[in-house]
């Protein structure tokens, strides 16, 4: 090895200009970390030096005894994620996430710790083993059969980065890997070219006004209940499953504005449209004169669900159309009992009387998780009635009717009306100076979605029940 003398011994020279350790003159590689001098291995082997001052670097930067692989081992990739899904199942437990993400963390952890090893030291994973990963679910996804599309794999490698942090944040590993651009969310311009390609083989993800009061026409009471939800404040399916009896006002209240959406004044007032109903009549437009006075506060604000979006948590007020009052009704007066106590204040709820959406979680004797199946009748439900429509086709869901209302909804150019009636929180600033969100405005929203809907003076004739 090359040396430069100085005295008696002669020092070697650093295989490069980065190299991090320096010789001393007792014949070691050696660093100072935290004032204190440490040495690494002999001159003669500088490569095994560096190996070993970056196995202990971090232990000894943490002030920690220093692991090696005779004593206390790394964290593996098996250890994290088991360590990780403890903690997220305490976290269904207490009720903080849906069970149907902890199927999902496990799915993708159990994957991803076969593909780089179980017993591999976590933190040591390297960058070009993630690459190769990200290649992998891109050709081949989870399952084997079918590459993952932009938005799965975006949720996938979220996940990932998820357990990373946290360990690293309780202190199970010292440093998440540099994975560089090996984790990172696919971009803007991959999601556009993924819908652009979409939308080339099988068309936007909307239905048309009559495709829309076709689905209507041929749906149950239950149903059809649901369909006007969707198409009337932007309803999913969770959103129906989940909302409760309390949340509907048939009646309407009173008060003209909507504070921090949350209506105002809490008097029911009297029914004011004798006619409610599903009208079989053909000359409602868009209305255009409710008869309500919104200046003054003391105007009837009408029907209306006001509701957290079980999702976001987001207080939302949506203003019922006549035909959605009309379909909840009676849908109340004809539903089953319930025998499931979860189900009991809930609008709807399937044949045997359960809620419509639900995870089934099955324990194994500890306590632990075993298995998550999510199940989702109202999903089915509208599934078999685009077959029986001829209506079906790929990506097409229940979801669609949402993006129906907000395409319709933003005609009206009021993004803050539409945000309180689907349940997104108003973005930035605004969201933190906008203290009310006049009904009128509301209204004034589901009514052009109406208008739309059910356009050229349509109408929309009742199921026999």
Request: hydrophobic letters at 35%; a positive charge.
């Amino acid at each position: 090895m090359p040396s430069v003398s100085r005295g008696r011994r002669a020092k070697p020279i650093k295989p490069y200009p980065s190299f991090p350790l320096t010789p001393h003159p007792n014949g070691q590689w050696v660093k100072k970390i935290r004032g204190k001098l440490y040495h690494f291995g002999a001159w003669d082997d500088p490569h095994a030096a560096l190996a070993r001052y970056e196995e202990r670097v971090a232990d000894i930067r943490a002030g920690r005894v220093p692991r090696t692989a005779e004593g206390a081992q790394y964290c593996t990739v098996k250890e994290l994620a088991n360590r990780f899904l403890k903690y997220q199942s305490d976290r269904v437990a207490a009720g903080q996430i849906h069970a149907r993400s902890f199927e999902d963390y496990r799915r993708v952890l159990r994957h991803f710790a076969q593909h780089v090893s179980p017993s591999r030291a976590a933190e040591h994973v390297t960058a070009d083993e993630l690459i190769r990963y990200r290649a992998h679910l891109v050709r081949h996804g989870l399952t084997g059969r079918k590459g993952l599309g932009v938005h799965a794999l975006g949720r996938t490698l979220t996940i990932l980065r998820m357990a990373y942090f946290w360990a690293e944040s309780t202190g199970l590993i010292d440093r998440v890997p540099r994975w560089g651009e090996a984790l990172a969310k696919p971009t803007a311009a991959d999601r556009r070219r993924s819908r652009a390609k979409r939308e080339r083989e099988h068309g936007k993800n909307l239905l048309t006004p009559a495709e829309i009061r076709m689905l209507l026409g041929a749906a149950d009471l239950k149903l059809q209940a649901a369909i006007l939800l969707g198409i009337n404040g932007g309803f999913g399916n969770t959103d129906c499953a989940a909302l409760p009896i309390a949340a509907l006002d048939l009646d309407g209240g009173v008060g003209g504005s909507i504070d921090r959406a949350i209506p105002g004044d809490t008097d029911r007032g009297l029914p004011g449209d004798s006619n409610r109903g599903i009208p079989g009549h053909t000359d409602r437009g868009i209305p255009t004169d409710r008869g309500l006075n919104y200046t003054n506060g003391s105007a009837r604000n009408g029907p209306r669900i006001t509701f957290e979006r079980p999702k976001t948590a987001v207080l939302r007020v949506v203003p019922l159309w006549d035909e959605t009052v009309a379909a909840l009704e009676a849908l109340l007066s004809k539903r089953r009992p319930a025998i499931d106590g979860d189900a009991e204040n809930l609008v709807f709820r399937t044949e045997s009387g359960r809620p419509l959406v639900r995870d089934l979680v099955k324990h194994s004797g500890n306590g632990v998780i075993k298995r998550v199946t999510y199940v989702d009748r109202l999903g089915k439900w509208f599934q078999d009635l685009l077959v029986r429509t001829d209506l079906k086709k790929p990506q097409r869901g229940f979801y669609t009717l949402r993006h129906v209302f907000r395409t319709f909804a933003d005609e009206v150019r009021d993004n803050h009306a539409v945000s309180v009636i689907m349940g997104h929180a108003i973005e930035g600033m605004a969201g933190h100076y906008i203290e009310e969100i006049g009904f009128d405005r509301l209204r004034a929203v589901v009514d052009h979605v109406h208008g739309r809907i059910f356009e050229s003076g349509a109408g929309l004739n009742r199921p026999a029940l």
